[in-house]
């Protein structure tokens, strides 16, 4: 772990529960019995609502928080017992970023991205060249003498992306990185993250409250309430088959697969006894998601089908379908039936009448 | 106003500015770490000791609340203890940093607690020690609020210092009160306080512009 090959390393949460100690006495729990596998190399997203024990769930991983219960494994040490020097060598591997760039701001970029460096003890001749490195792979050679507060949020990132990077961790860290960031600048945060995977081979764990920031980089997801992991897996098995409601409350909105309120206003559960239309969601997984199906089933079985919304996105570099129709209820498993045989999947979302 | 006088003046400016000189540099000799530990270890901080910091915070108050005079009178033994003799310039010197300590302590600790706890927290995650994290981190990066505080520190002590006479310290305001005073030269008493005056915006504004050019956050008021 401590010589910088730069190889990938995995996390591993074993059984994992922490609890604080609130001030008036007692405990609260934040997480509890957490097990959970980062894959050397991946980007995996925890995601969870406010106070779900995301950070908590991360910090650990760099041993700010100690668990009370469990294991946190980093390559093949145990972060929740190293002390002292053996816990400071365990750091100079996890880089971290933070959602307010937690930058000095009496430090210019450089000197921002040299403190890493000069923490870990090494010479000044090599951390200048280092740095330059550095600037240079995070764009911000021009900005490189500049303090924080001639910078923009998105450049400011940049230099907590490179302090991060500086000691060549195994792991990077992010604590909602970019939800101090517009749109157009996250998209921009991502995409030199996922370069920084790609080139680097650094498994990145970040954790979000956003599934766009999770469909945009991550290979796997973990969604996490109440200091539970609910559902875990890769991004595009978690985004076309959702298991848990929180899951899918998280994905609404994401996919773009919300029922248009008129019909949402009139839609019941049971079928009407005769006549009314099926409301079904079809689901296009990998390599099926370009296909026509609908007009190949107007056309083998002459059932018409009306779309209601719908849209194709790329997860995790695989293509994906959703689209929400109605047709003849009294013909619906038929149409099921036929759309399942191609690969699709189906859900019945209820009937209108 | 004679020849005499005027080296007088000359010489209790020099006299004034020594004792505030060393005193300021002795007390923030001693007044910087204490300021950094009282900051550092309240409870739940990098060195969290609550008992010691209770204590010292104590001694720090009890300090502060003796009226400088009485401080002056009272540690007379101490005095002769350190300088030798209770008596002069040099002697009064030892007051004026007894002053000065917990004074400089307390604006430091001020300073240092105002610190962003996200780039602690940042440091810790790099794998930095506390000291690493004191001397890289939280010194600079108050840096600014101790310049302004040093500077208030300064401007209590020429204050301070105008009271030593008592022990037979000299400087500016011994020569007010002998003269201006005890001798009826009212003059010479509108001379000090000009000096005293000149010296304390002087102090004042220098003490300004360094802290403005060390301080490289956003101006207030422009974003974070
Ligand atoms: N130091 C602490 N002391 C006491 N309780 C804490 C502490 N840190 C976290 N908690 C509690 O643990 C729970 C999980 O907190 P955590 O910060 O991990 O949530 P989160 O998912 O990161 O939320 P957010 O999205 O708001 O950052 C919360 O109920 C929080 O109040
Ligand atoms: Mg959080």
């Known amino acids: 772990m401590t010589s910088h090959d730069g190889q990938a390393a995995s996390i591993i949460f074993d059984t994992v529960g922490k609890s604080f100690a609130k001030p008036g006495g007692g405990t609260v729990s934040a997480i509890s019995d957490v097990s959970l596998t980062v894959e050397a190399g991946t980007i995996t997203g925890i995601i969870g609502r406010s106070g779900a024990g995301k950070s908590t769930m991360l910090r650990m991983v760099n041993g700010l928080e100690r668990p009370t219960s469990g294991k946190v494994l980093v390559g093949d040490q145990d972060v929740g017992t190293a002390r002292g020097a053996k816990l400071r060598a365990i750091r100079r591997d996890v880089g971290m970023i933070f959602q307010h760039f937690n930058l000095l701001s009496s430090g210019t970029v450089s000197e921002n991205i040299a403190l890493p460096l000069e923490i870990a003890g090494i010479g000044s001749a090599e951390i200048k060249t280092r740095v330059a490195d550095l600037v240079d792979r995070v764009g911000l050679t021009a900005q490189a003498d500049r303090y924080p507060s001639e910078l923009s949020g998105g450049q400011k990132q940049r230099v907590g992306i490179a302090r991060a990077l500086a000691t060549e961790p195994k792991i990077l860290l992010s604590d909602e990185a970019t939800s101090a960031l517009d749109p157009e600048t996250t998209q921009t945060v991502l995409s030199l993250l996922k370069d920084i995977n790609r080139d680097l081979g650094l498994t990145i764990l970040l954790i979000t409250h956003e599934m766009a920031v999770v469909r945009d980089i991550a290979s796997h997801v973990a969604v996490i309430e109440g200091g539970q992991i609910v559902e875990a897996g890769t991004t595009y098995d978690v985004f076309t088959a959702p298991q848990h409601p929180t899951t899918r409350s998280f994905l609404s909105g994401v996919t773009g697969v919300t029922l248009p309120a008129f019909i949402r206003d009139k839609i019941i559960a049971e079928r009407p006894a005769s006549g009314g239309e099926e409301v079904v969601r079809v689901t296009f997984s990998g390599k099926h998601a370009t296909d026509p199906m609908l007009a190949l089933l107007t056309r083998d079985l002459g059932i018409e089908v009306n779309i209601l919304a719908g849209a194709v996105e790329e997860i995790g570099t695989q293509p994906f379908g959703n689209l929400l129709v109605s047709l003849d209820a009294a013909k619906g498993d038929e149409a099921r039936t036929y759309l399942e045989r191609h690969g699709l999947l189906t859900e019945v979302l209820g009937y209108v009448g | ?224």
């Open chain 2, 1 to 224: 106003m004679s020849a005499n006088l005027i080296n007088l003046l000359i010489e209790a400016t020099g006299q004034t500015l020594y004792m505030v000189a060393i005193s300021t540099l002795l007390g923030t000799l001693f007044g910087l770490p204490l300021g950094v530990f009282l900051a550092i270890s309240q409870r739940g901080e990098l060195l969290s000791s609550p008992w010691v910091n209770k204590v010292l915070g104590l001694v720090v108050n009890a300090t502060r609340s003796v009226p400088f005079i009485i401080l002056v009178v009272a540690i007379i033994p101490f005095t002769r203890a350190i300088a030798g003799t209770s008596i002069g310039t040099t002697a009064a010197i030892v007051p004026l940093t007894i002053a000065a300590v917990p004074f400089i302590a307390r604006l430091v600790e001020n300073a240092i607690r105002e610190v962003d706890g996200g780039l602690i927290e940042a440091a810790r995650a790099m794998g930095a020690t506390p000291f690493q994290i004191i001397r890289k981190v939280l010194i600079p990066e108050a840096l600014p609020a101790i310049t302004l505080g040093l500077t208030l520190a300064v401007v209590s002590l020429i204050g301070y210092s105008a009271m030593v006479g008592a022990v037979g310290g000299e400087g500016l305001g011994d020569l007010g009160i002998r003269y201006g005073y005890q001798r009826f030269m009212p003059d010479v008493m509108a001379v000090v306080v000009v000096i005293l005056i000149v010296l304390v915006q002087l102090v004042q504004s220098i003490g300004e512009w360094i802290a403005a050019r060390v301080d490289k956050r956003a101006p207030k008021g422009r974003g974070q």
